[in-house]
Nanobody
Framework: QVQLVESGGGLVQPGGSLRLSCAAS????????MSWYRQAPGKERESVAV????????SYADSVKGRFTISRDNAKNTVYLQMNSLKPEDTAVYYC????????WGQGTQVTVSS
C-alpha cells in the first residue's frame, strides 16, 4: 500500500523556521522525483520545490528561492523541506508528491505563519 505521510507543520511566527518531512512507503522511493506543493485557502495548488530521484538537482518556485531547501534521504525513504524566513503568505497546506509515471500524493500538513 502506497503511503506518503507528511509531518512537521504547525504555527510559527513570521521570520521563523519549520522543517517538513514526508515519509514514503509502498513503492521504490529512490526511483521517484519528489516534490512539495502547497495550497492556500481560495487558491490553486502550486509547486514549491522539486528534487530528482538521486537528489542531484533541485528546483524552486521564485517565491521561496533562497528561503526553502528541499532534500531527500533515499536510505530513509524520506523527503524534507526546510523552510526559513517564513512569511504570512507561506501559510498553506503543504503536500508531498511522488512521480515516476504514476503520481502519488500525501494528505498534507498545515503550515500557519502568523504573529
Amino acid at each position: 500500500q502506497v503511503q506518503l505521510v507528511e509531518s512537521g507543520g504547525g504555527l510559527v511566527q513570521p521570520g521563523g523556521s519549520l522543517r517538513l518531512s514526508c515519509a514514503a512507503s509502498g513503492f521504490i522511493f529512490s526511483r521517484y522525483v519528489m516534490s512539495w506543493y502547497r495550497q492556500a485557502p481560495g487558491k490553486e495548488r502550486e509547486s514549491v520545490a522539486v528534487i530528482t530521484s538521486a537528489g542531484g538537482m533541485t528546483s524552486y518556485a521564485d517565491s521561496v528561492k533562497g528561503r526553502f531547501t528541499i532534500s531527500r534521504d533515499n536510505a530513509k525513504n524520506t523527503v524534507y523541506l526546510q523552510m526559513n524566513s517564513l512569511k504570512p503568505e507561506d501559510t498553506a497546506v503543504y503536500y508531498c508528491r511522488a512521480q515516476f509515471g504514476v503520481v502519488y500524493w500525501g494528505q498534507g500538513t498545515q503550515v500557519t505563519v502568523s504573529s
